[in-house]
């Protein structure tokens, strides 16, 4: 087992500090990601170097389409998520616990052998959120940082600002999801917050990180014009207009099968709200 970092201990177990959500969690007991356990009065990181999800994907696929475009990744993903998001495409491993997935045992040292070995020139972190594997995550990244391969984060951002100041140094490129410009939107469909997720991607792009930002719209509840020109003037008034932006289409999935697919017509629309509003790059994904 792998001592879990951010942590304190308390009465009656400990309060994880990897995220904003601060679980207490008692002896045995986890966090909402599913991932992180109490055992002997610390805590454990369950999925470490045990893969539920490896690949070779485009890079364009994260997406990032403005860093190292034509490149293909090594993509990496272990169970866990610390959002709860009704629609979510990945829940077979998002939303289940480390045992209940399909696993793998791989070494950090055996994940970057296997970059070598094919030549590929980064890794992704993707698929579930890398920030509940933080762990596995860094040492991985540590290590292709110093064989010359990329780090690429694929995420939604919700972490505390120590566990992402301490990984900065390694990654090279992210793609960070919001969900919404409005806080009752990540409460009630998402189980987290707003706030937390645009100051970490300031501080990404502030530290030199490449940074693109991808929208989900989802039919009926994130996809007016007056939700989108809010991210659109967050972006511009942050100094991110420069940031490559995607719109990607949703379709029913997970809990959320009531609504049909973005209409293609809403997402040309949100392009061509976000370009006249200054954002310089824009992209619709899904479609």
């Known amino acids: 087992m792998t001592e879990a970092r951010y942590y304190t201990v308390c009465e ?32 454990y990181a369950l999925s470490y170097g045990a893969p539920c999800a490896i690949a070779i994907d485009p890079v364009e696929k994260k997406p990032l389409n403005r860093f190292m475009p034509g490149t293909f990744c090594l993509s990496l993903s272990c169970t866990g998520c610390n959002l709860s998001c009704r629609w979510c495409q990945n829940s077979d491993i998002s939303q ?37 594997w933080w762990e596995y995550m860094y040492d991985t ?51 987290a917050t707003l706030a937390p997720v645009l100051e970490n991607i300031l501080a990404m792009k502030e530290a030199g990180v490449h940074v693109e930002i991808t ?39 997970y809990r959320m099968t009531g609504p049909g697919p973005t209409p293609k017509e809403t997402l040309v629309a949100a392009r061509d709200t976000a370009l006249s509003m200054g954002i310089e790059t824009v992209f619709l994904g899904n479609v």
């Open 12 to 43: 009656n177990g400990v309060q994880c500090m990897l995220c904003p959500h601060h679980c207490r969690i008692k002896e045995g007991g986890r966090g909402l990601c599913r991932s992180r356990e109490c055992r002997g009065g610390r805590l």
């Open 96 to 132: 289940v616990a480390p045992e209940d997935a399909d696993r793998t045992i791989l070494s950090p040292e055996e994940m970057v052998g296997i970059c070598l070995k094919h030549g590929l020139p980064s890794i992704a972190y993707t698929y579930t959120e890398p920030f509940t």
């Open 215 to 253: 929208d989900l719209l989802v039919t009926g509840l994130n996809d007016s014009e007056e939700m989108v020109s809010a991210l659109c003037s967050w972006m511009v008034d942050n100094g991110l207009q420069d940031v490559p932006l995607h719109f990607s289409r949703f379709f029913p999935r």
């Open 141 to 191: 990244a540590v290590l292709a940082n110093s064989k010359g391969i990329k780090n690429i984060l694929v995420s939604a951002g919700y972490v505390e600002k120590e566990p992402l100041r301490d990984i900065l140094p390694c990654l090279d490129a992210a793609n960070i999801d919001i969900k919404a410009m409005d806080d009752s939107f990540y409460r009630k469909y998402c189980g």
